[in-house]
């Protein structure tokens, strides 16, 4: 119906597009039902989408800007127009067209009638694709589209346009061979599968190739790029992970489950990781139940426990790319380590976990699909799944069954509650609220609570009052209905104030809750709105999740509650209220990031802010929650980012952009890079809908930033460039800063110093006008390793100085830390080794204060190599070997191999050439497995002059 939006589809389609041409005899019926359930779903979305009956069927009304096909067609149009006046924007456009698409139209979508229809958007896709590369080629981008075109020629081996546009990178690249080869392989390919030779332009490229001809090359082609040294990176969890949430400590029943699943994960020595499946309907204890037997198990798998709702039962289920980063992160993978696709994350999860004694619980998985890359490789581990569906589609898996608890199981569960003697006083009534309850643990632990806060009530008191309830069950299964009649009685009971908290916390979207978000609904004093969650949580309504950094609890909802709660909202609370209900959360959530980037830059330095409004938390409060603010924003990830969708959701545009650039400050220091795109092109669309010029110049000055972190100065450009002229247009002089200070970066990668000295300098006055002291300090870091380019040592550490000083006002040690590196790197290349040991020395015992792990394996580093000059070399070989071993537990092969060769130039003037050498052979083997070419080539050099001491040595002896 999408597809032919604001049309009349007949029925008779509708029939033909899922069943064929044979429908079962009841397929009238069943449409009617889909057409019923797809105007629920319409009522969730923000997007006006209605769906009329008009005869001969159905007409599905919406808003042409809200589709994504819609809006990739109008953008491709716009960048067709623009390719004729500005090719740079026309490749933006062609990109943030591009970046709608999530996979092959129609994915997962088996209709032979609908096949056509999505061959026809995959073909336009890749045809703007391919339009976007040649622009992008033009633009004389063809070095970073080398890694790209690789890809998609591998992905799509038969398409001829892709490969010529690789052979011409590649060949722009001064890589001839390469290009040639690819040729090669091409024509194989169409041979043998085919019978076919490759068309006559791809044989023609290969022949002017082959020639040599000028003609292919651009004016600036034989640029090289220059890769800077990447920043200080951030902390890397080494703690072995224990992520289970509490165990129940009423937990009853179900014993013969418990041993069969202790003894199924108990047994060590198999080559296959035991995985254990418990099913069960909603409400049934499926999660009590693995949360219970992994408490159990903890001190079989020593080596920690990860644990991760798999939100199956949601509209919108946890990522698997995303839940292996989170792992990953969690077994001490620092963010830039994590690989960018779901097979190598996969690949390093596994890897990890192969030696180790870990038990992964995923709780709420919706597929075999979805759990399968979570699954470890070996059998030292284990895995507790819960599911509402049978997942039989995994080998060997001992699947369990949770039912209802039997009478006795769930009369000693009340009893625990509210007291044996109350159950033993009335046995009738006791066995009435079991059979009531339907033997649901979710149900009569409800039950017991409102009876154990209401002592004088008898327990035939509570059977009159479920029997009396009438609710709409007409939607719901069997074991739901128990639970919503449970869940009735008690809201029923509850104070107007407790009523209507339980309603505003259905506008809650993470995993779990923080305390203040009840006082930010309800528009009051935290500590009084922290006594209403206690009363929700005395009622079972809500459970306690945990204690947060600063000593306050998290609460979280049981599914059915939060369905509940949110049913409620919608009857209760008319759309004023929830939007300035959400107003507060949002504003509360900007306010503590804002803070928490103050705290750990001085200042609200290198950001833009919005005038949203803030709703603000007491100091005494803030000081507790941000005692570590990057702490805080970890804890906080997935709710900040859901934040920022909600914002964009409800056109709360200007929280929208400010949350998202504020959230940089996470994104960029753990090197969350999936969040921040995404939550980026989300404020980006809501920017671009409501024409927030100002908003959308940040988020795509903030997403070029992202682009230059990932080595991806293709997409940065235009991003970049595109922000600087709407910020000029704007009048923002701190937003032009930011956009300068961008582009210079990306000009001094690309190999134009001179031109980013330009920008850098530009950037430096606009960030002085406006007093951003982070900003003029990372700008003279800058600068300064332009001088040490040039080997202008005392300019450099002049510059270095101003920018030591600067920092220090900030209060910021993160940034003092990070322009003391740099300053320690200018002595040693000026050789001012006693300086460079003072310097390195202090930023060692600043990382080290901070637990950075990453940024004591670079202070560990330059000691090393300055130790090494000052023939300590006792010092310098542990400092190298200590910091290559950190790079290797955080899975940073590349880096540990780079010290290693420093290492061997030590061991080389020690006189032990041999052992040197070896190093330096193996380090450059890995320089060639990952095509380190620059690396490959140093460590060729250090490896020849090794050659000529060993040889000179050998004549010495002889």
């Known amino acids: 119906m999408l597809l032919q939006a604001n049309h009349i589809v007949s029925t008779e389609h509708l029939i033909d597009a899922v069943w064929g041409e044979d429908p079962p005899p009841s397929a009238r019926g069943q449409v009617q039902i889909c057409i019923s359930a797809l105007r629920r779903l319409l009522a969730l979305i923000p997007a006006k989408g209605e769906i009329i009956r008009r005869s001969p069927g159905y007409c599905l009304q919406i808003s042409l800007e809200d589709l994504d096909s819609y809006r990739f067609e109008t953008m491709v149009r716009e960048a067709d127009h623009l390719a004729q006046v500005d090719a740079a924007e026309a490749a933006a456009t062609l990109r943030q067209a591009l970046s709608l698409w999530r996979g092959p139209a129609l994915g997962g979508v088996v209709s032979r009638l609908l096949e056509g229809k999505a061959l026809r958007l995959d073909e336009a896709r890749q045809a703007a694709l391919e339009c976007c590369i040649d622009i992008e080629l033009s633009l004389g981008r063809h070095r970073e589209l080398v890694g790209e075109l690789t890809d998609l020629v591998e992905h799509t081996p038969l398409r001829e346009r892709l490969r010529g546009q690789l052979m011409l990178a590649l060949h722009r690249s001064g890589r001839q061979a390469d290009a040639l080869e690819v040729y090669r392989m091409g024509r194989a390919l169409l041979v043998g599968e085919l019978g076919l030779e490759p068309g006559e332009k791809l044989q023609r490229l290969e022949a002017a190739i082959l020639q040599g001809d000028d003609s292919l090359l651009l004016a600036d082609s034989g640029r090289e790029a220059v890769t800077l040294t990447p920043d200080q990176p951030a902390p890397s969890l080494r703690i072995p992970p224990h992520q289970l949430p509490a165990d129940i400590q009423d937990f009853t029943g179900h014993d013969d489950l418990v041993d069969a699943a202790e003894e199924f994960l108990r047994v060590s020595g198999n080559t296959a990781t035991p995985v254990v499946v418990i099913t069960g309907k909603a409400g049934a204890g499926k999660s009590c139940l693995a949360v219970h037997v992994a408490h159990r198990l903890a001190k079989v798998f020593p080596e920690g426990q990860l644990y991760r709702d798999m939100r199956g039962s949601q509209q919108q289920n946890a990522p698997v790319a995303d839940v292996l980063g989170t792992f990953l992160r969690s077994l001490g993978i620092h963010g830039p380590a994590v690989p960018g696709s779901v097979e190598e994350r996969i690949a390093m999860y596994r890897s990890l976990l192969a030696d180790k004694r870990m038990l992964v619980v995923l709780e709420d998985v919706v597929s075999e699909t979805q759990v399968m890359p979570l699954l470890p490789g070996s059998g030292g581990c284990a895995v507790i799944i819960t599911s509402r569906a049978r997942l039989t589609g995994l080998p060997g898996a001992l699947q369990l069954e949770v039912d209802v608890m039997e009478e006795a199981s769930s009369l000693a569960l009340i009893a625990k509650v509210i007291g044996a003697d109350r159950v033993a006083a009335e046995p009738n009534a006791a066995s009435a609220l079991t ?7 979710l149900a009569l632990r409800i039950v017991a609570a409102r009876l154990a806060a209401r002592p004088h009530w008898s327990l035939a008191s509570m059977v009159r009052r479920l029997t009396d309830e009438r609710y709409r069950l007409d939607e719901l299964a069997h074991g739901e209905m128990v639970v919503r009649k449970s869940l009735s009685l008690t809201y029923d009971g509850m104070g ?32 009084r709105a922290m006594d209403r969650l206690e009363e929700l949580v005395d009622a079972r309504l809500l459970d306690v999740a945990g204690i947060d950094g600063g000593g306050y609890p998290r609460y979280k909802f049981h599914g059915l509650i939060r369905a509940f709660s949110r049913e409620r909202l919608d009857e209760h609370e008319d759309d004023t209220g929830k939007t300035a209900a959400l107003e507060r959360v949002l504003g509360c959530w900007l306010h503590l990031a804002e803070e928490a980037h103050r705290r750990l830059y001085g200042g609200d330095y290198t950001l833009l802010h919005g005038d949203a409004p803030r709703w603000r938390l007491p100091e005494d409060q803030l000081d507790r929650l941000l005692t570590r603010p990057l702490d805080w924003l970890e804890q906080e990830r997935a709710n900040l980012c859901a934040a920022v969708v909600l914002a964009g959701e409800h056109g709360l545009v200007e929280v ?31 920017a671009r809908l409501a024409g927030n010029e100002r908003g959308m110049a940040a988020l795509m000055c903030s997403l070029g930033s992202m682009h230059l972190n990932q080595q991806r100065p293709a997409l940065a450009r235009p991003l970049l460039e595109l922000a600087f002229t709407r910020f000029q247009e704007l009048g923002e002089t701190h937003g032009m800063a930011l956009a300068l200070r961008n582009l210079a970066m990306l000009e001094y990668r690309q190999g134009s110093p001179d031109r980013a000295e330009h920008l850098y300098r530009q950037a430096l006055t606009g960030f002085q006008q406006v007093g951003d002291l982070v900003g003029e300090a990372h700008v003279l870091a800058k600068l300064a390793q332009i001088e040490l380019d040039g080997r202008r040592y005392a300019e450099a550490e002049a510059q270095l100085g101003h920018a030591l000083n600067i920092a220090r006002q900030t209060g910021s040690l993160r940034v003092e830390a990070q322009v003391m590196h740099k300053l320690g790197k200018a002595h040693l290349l000026s050789a001012n080794y006693k300086q460079a040991e003072e310097v390195g020395s202090a930023v060692l015992r600043m990382v080290r204060e901070n637990s950075d792990i990453i940024g004591e394996s670079y202070a560990l580093h330059s000691l090393g190599v300055v130790y090494g000059h000052r023939r300590k070399f006792d010092l310098s070989e542990r400092a190298l070997r200590h910091a290559a071993e950190i790079r290797e537990s955080v899975m940073d092969d590349l880096g540990a191999a780079q010290i290693r060769l420093d290492l061997a130039r030590v061991l080389a003037v020690q006189g032990d050439v041999v052992q040197a050498r070896e190093l330096a052979e193996k380090a450059q083997a890995l320089f060639q497995e990952r095509e380190a070419t620059q690396w490959t080539r140093e460590a060729g050099r250090i490896i020849a002059d090794l050659v000529v001491r060993e040889r000179s040595g050998r004549l010495a002896e002889r």
């Open 435 to 441: 059979h009531m309850t339907g033997g649901l643990p």
């Open 656 to 686: 929208c952009w400010d949350l998202t650039v504020t959230l940089v400050t996470l994104f960029e220091t753990r090197s969350y890079f999936e969040d921040w795109q995404d939550t980026h092109e989300s404020a980006l669309s809501a």
């Open 496 to 527: 107007e104030t407790a009523r209507r908290l339980l309603d505003l916390l259905g506008l809650a979207e993470g995993e779990t809750i923080p305390y203040w978000f009840a006082a930010a609904v309800l528009d009051g004093e935290t500590y």
